[in-house]
Structures are given as structure tokens and as C-alpha cells.
DNA sequence: CGGTTATTTGACGGGTATCAAACACCGTGG
DNA sequence: CCACGGTGTTTGATACCCGTCAAATAACCG
């Protein structure tokens, strides 16, 4: 029932928390019980929940973020398959500083922060394999600040769009991956100011159908960041 | 000349990076002719050197930021005496992701990263240290996050007041701990707002003279958080 | 199919940015 | 000591991006 597919081992070694990990580590460090399901929409933790363990997904989103006292949400991340997160929380005071929630039926591996922390002990390379993580989650949240600061919502929207899509020039169908109200959180905008930004770039070579967006030309969306209206 | 006072003693045992080390541990980071001086606006180091060192701040400030093409500067943090920055950059493939410039004379301890990995090897606690650390970086950057999103300028602007004045309740003289300029960046508003703002909080207790403000009643000033006008 | 949740569209107002100019502050050099 | 240029700060007028409120529409799910 919580068996690890081929896939799932796949995403494991693949990960960079784990690479470079001898199968025994792997193997101390997941407990085949500590698979869980979470459907779409439940929370997996909440902030300040006392934190046991640090995740990676097999399957599914899960979403990071903080509520304002009023109840207006902010999301701080979303992550995918493959990624791990919380590597934080082993310190902090052992509080999750952050709510996590899945935004689809998702499977993970719950990694006890207990047992890292020994095998930390016996096996410190593996301490520079969490400080990686982490400096990884640091970097992205670093841009995140950069552009909340530097950039209207609309060249956010299109760089958005940019990252999504592979490559930098050409032609690209992107599949939005998840609601366009939550990518609209991410980027820092209201649903409405998402709509209509994506809406206007329907005049640059942009086509909408549903959560599926059409680039007609990857190269000159990036122009579009430098140029007004 | 690259002394070490006993007060320098006192900042290095309090960090949290140090604080736990055996004095063994910290001779052996601290290289005494790695304390190293820079003067008010000279640059430590560049987004994309490569990364030998993180520091501990003795003396002065040192601003992290980021510049986008156009040459526009968003500060991503601020730190001070007695702090350390810099952690992630042991990893990350061993590049600085953002500049570092001092904003006052500073002079700051220099650790070096290939001295630290072997104590880690050695002493697996240090990991922890640093992680501990990191973590701290981590949540201050989401706090930011969740406040750009989630607050408007004028919030940012009193919460900024109220986190900088020590207690919580009473009177309070706050001495801003750098120009208003630099703090405009780092609440993510320009000069001009940051100026109008806070001359408009007069109205509700603040009294400005030059960088000293004083606040009449800090409780009174946190119920502004949620009025308008 | 009905009810809930997303998304779009419109009208409107306000919060910040922008541009511009006056002013204060500070260290330097005459 | 004062003149002076440079930087930091304030103040004003104006523009506009984006948020808010509201309603219509579309998509979704049981």
C-alpha cells in the first residue's frame, strides 16, 4: 500500500537532499511507514505546529504560506514533485514557521528529524546536503524579494510566464501549474490584476485557453519586460 | 592592529553560529589576520564571486542587496554587529548571490568556508550551527515576503517602528539605524513615500528629529496598524 | 442538474510612483 | 570662517498602476 515505485525512487535519488546518499542512509532515513497521502486542499502542517519531520513530494503540490490576522494569505512557495522542504524547521525552535497545505492529492515521505539529526551525527556529508537545501530555498526566496521590489506586477506576470516555459525563445505551450487565483498570490497580485494583465498580452503574441498559455514568441514576450503599456 | 577586544569576545560567543563551540573550535576558524576593515560605501563583495569566506560583523553594517539591469537596488537585508551573513554561500556553487557593501565603517571577521566544511567533518554539531543560522536567514526573508504581500506601505512603515523600539508598550526613542533612504528600500517603498508616511504618523504620537524618532505611545501607534487613513 | 468555486469584466478610488524643485545637512577647500 | 558641491530629505503636483467592490459568466463537482 505505501510502496515506493521505480518513479518515486527516481525523485529520491534525484533529489539533492538525498543524492550522493549510500542506499543504507536512504534506507535508515525513510521509514516505508512514514509514506503519507494528503488529498487537495487539507493542510499537511500549520505554523507553529511542533515539527517532526522535513518532507519530500512523490506526488502532487503542496503550498507554503502565512495567514494575515485579518485571514488574507500569502503564499511563500509552491512546491512540486521531486522537491523537499521544511529542512528549516529541524531548528527554529522546532516550530514549523510557515502553513503547509496540499493544493492536489499528493504523496510524500516524511524524513524524522530526529533520525537526521543522528545520522547527521555518524555522517556529516550529509549535513552539507540539508545546508544545500536550504540555500537553495534562501536563493529563490532572495529573487522573490528582489522582484516583489523591483517589478510591476505585469513584467512579474511575464516573468512568470518565462520561467515557466523551458526554453528562452521560440514558441512555448505552458500548462499554468495550478489556479490562477494562487499563481496570482505568488506573483503578489489580486486575481482581477492577474486576469487582466494575462488578458492584455493576448495583443503580444499570447494565447489563453484555460490553463493552457501559448507564447507565440518567447523572445519577444522578453522585450515586453523592458517595454510600458 | 587586527586585535581582538574583549568586547569582539562577547559578540563571537553570542552568535549563534560560535555560541556552543569549544574555544578550540573558534581559534581554529578564526584566522587573526582574517579581521578585515571596510570603510562606509565600500563594497565586501559581488553578487557572483566566488565564495571563500562568511562573516561576522564586529563593527558597523553591512547591506545585501540585489541590482536589476536598469541599475534600480532592492536591499534584501541589513545586517549589524554581532550578526553573521553569508551561510548560503558555502553552498549555492560557491557564489555570492547578492552584493554586500558596508554602509558604516565595519570591521568584520571573515570565516573561512574550506576551514569550516573540514571542522564540520569533525565536529558534526557545527552543522548545526550553521543550519541554525540559515534558518533564521530563511524565516526572516519570509516574514518580508508575507509583508510585501500582505501590508501596505504606511503597515510596513509602523511595524517597522514598532519592531525597532525594544519593548512594546510606553514611549519610546528610536534611533534609526541608518538613512531614510536605505530604509525606504528595505520596507520596499521609494524616499519620497517613506518621508510622507512618516510625517503623516505625527498626527498619531511620532515626533521626528532628524534620525531619532520618538514614538508617544507604542500601543497607540500598533492600533494604527489596522485604521486606515 | 444545482450549488459552489473559479475567472472575467467593468467602474471607480486610492495608494505609490514619478517628476521636479526647494531645502537641509555635511565635509572639503579656499 | 564661509563658500561650495554633493548627498540626503522634504514637499508639491500629477499620473497611473493596482486594489476594491460588484456583477456576470464560466468551470467544476457531487
Same mark, same amino acid.
Given at each position: 500500500m505505501c510502496?515506493?515505485?521505480?518513479h518515486d ?7 539533492? %537532499? #538525498? @543524492?550522493g546518499?549510500? $542506499? *543504507?542512509?536512504?534506507?535508515? &532515513? =525513510? ?12 493542510? %499537511? #502542517? @500549520?505554523?507553529?505546529d $511542533? *515539527?517532526?519531520?522535513?518532507? &519530500? =513530494?512523490?506526488?502532487?503540490?503542496i ?20 522537491e523537499?522542504?521544511?529542512?528549516a ?14 493544493i492536489?492529492?499528493?504523496r510524500?515521505i516524511a524524513?524524522?528529524i530526529?533520525?537526521?539529526?543522528d545520522?547527521v551525527?555518524?555522517?556529516?556529508e ?6 544545500g537545501s536550504m540555500?537553495q ?8 524579494i528582489e522582484?516583489?521590489?523591483l517589478?510591476?506586477?505585469?513584467q512579474?506576470?511575464?516573468?512568470f510566464?518565462l520561467?515557466e ?13 495550478h489556479?490562477?487565483g494562487?499563481?496570482?498570490n ?6 482581477e490584476t492577474f486576469?487582466?494583465l494575462l ?7 499570447v ?17 515586453q519586460?523592458?517595454?510600458e503599456t
Amino acid at each position: 500500500m505505501c510502496l515506493l515505485t521505480p518513479h518515486d525512487w527516481t525523485l529520491i535519488k534525484a533529489n539533492p %537532499l #538525498f @543524492a550522493g546518499m549510500e $542506499p *543504507a542512509d536512504i534506507d535508515s &532515513l =525513510i521509514n516505508v511507514n512514514a509514506v503519507l497521502r494528503v488529498p487537495r486542499q487539507q493542510a %499537511l #502542517f @500549520a505554523r507553529g505546529d $511542533p *515539527a517532526r519531520a522535513l518532507f &519530500l =513530494i512523490l506526488e502532487g503540490q503542496i503550498k507554503l504560506s502565512r495567514l494575515s490576522p485579518q485571514g488574507d494569505e500569502a503564499v511563500v512557495h509552491v512546491f512540486r514533485a521531486g522537491e523537499s522542504f521544511a529542512e528549516a524547521a529541524m531548528l527554529m525552535g522546532g516550530r514549523y514557521p510557515v502553513d503547509a497545505t496540499a493544493i492536489e492529492d499528493s504523496r510524500l515521505i516524511a524524513v524524522s528529524i530526529e533520525r537526521l539529526k543522528d545520522r547527521v551525527m555518524i555522517k556529516p556529508e550529509i549535513a552539507f546536503a540539508m545546508l544545500g537545501s536550504m540555500a537553495q530555498h534562501l536563493h529563490s526566496l532572495v529573487s522573490q524579494i528582489e522582484q516583489l521590489k523591483l517589478m510591476t506586477a505585469r513584467q512579474r506576470m511575464i516573468r512568470f510566464l518565462l520561467d515557466e516555459a523551458q526554453a528562452d525563445s521560440g514558441m512555448s505551450r505552458i500548462a499554468l501549474p495550478h489556479d490562477k487565483g494562487l499563481i496570482a498570490n505568488r506573483l503578489g497580485m489580486k486575481p482581477e490584476t492577474f486576469s487582466r494583465l494575462l488578458s492584455q498580452l493576448v495583443a503580444h503574441g499570447v494565447e489563453v485557453d484555460g490553463g493552457i498559455v501559448t507564447v507565440r514568441d518567447l523572445a519577444h514576450l522578453a522585450d515586453q519586460l523592458e517595454q510600458e503599456t
